[in-house]
């Protein structure tokens, strides 16, 4: 393996670390989770004798900017959208989520879609990019939501936990939504989707 190659490989298992360490709740994985973000800045910090102590690889401590998260509008052949139902707060929003380290847009987006909804799906274009602030959208730091035009590719498979159920939707007549996103984002991004239009702010 390149050196290259090592280092990148040893941040993305620091990086899934971090996710873990953040967002479970299980004491054995969270145990294990703390094992793996301690060896692997070890490993990190001797990485062919360069010093990176601290580790400032994911520390704010350079010009600070929004998250990117992405999200994927996918429509059937009646026109309605596919939506997924969090497991969080048992509300329905668009597959998606953050991106993870060394991922392009679109794999974050079809990887998302793969996790959420059990579906395979090719990007077919960039519908836009939402502002989302705090105090304007349900989020607690700024971020940048990247929203992508997909086709379902065959039946759908078996999801992971963070979704109870999968389903495909009117987008006149949309089910409970989750707080991750509002009604009126979701609507503007459903329409300029279905219109061919570009969102972006």
């Not at 967002?23 to 994985?29: G, K, L, Q, R, V």
């Not at 929003?93 to 679109?106: A, E, I, K, N, V």
């Not at 602030?133 to 065959?154: A, M, N």
């Amino acid at each position: 393996m390149e050196s290259k190659n090592y280092y990148d490989f040893l941040l993305k298992i620091n990086s899934i670390a971090r996710i873990g360490l953040t967002f479970s709740t299980d004491p054995y994985a969270l145990t294990n989770y703390q094992t793996i973000l301690d060896e692997s800045n070890r490993m990190i910090e001797n990485f062919e004798h360069i010093n990176l102590t601290p580790n400032t690889i994911f520390e704010r401590r350079i010009y600070p900017t929004p998250n990117i998260s992405v999200r994927t509008i996918c429509l059937n052949e009646q026109g309605k959208v596919l939506m997924v139902q969090e497991a969080k707060d048992q509300g329905y929003s668009l597959p998606g989520g953050w991106c993870d380290l060394y991922d392009s847009p679109s794999e974050a987006a079809r990887n998302e879609c793969r996790q959420e909804a059990g579906a395979d799906v090719i990007i077919e274009r960039l519908v836009g990019v939402i502002n989302r602030t705090p105090f304007v959208s349900p989020v607690s730091i700024p971020e940048y939501t990247l929203v992508f035009k997909g086709k379902v590719q065959g039946p759908l498979h078996e999801h992971e936990y963070e979704t109870l159920n999968v389903d495909y939707f009117d987008p006149y007549a949309l089910p409970p939504l989750s707080r991750k996103m509002t009604e009126k984002e979701i609507k503007r991004i459903i329409f300029a989707s279905i219109n061919g239009e570009s969102v972006f702010d």
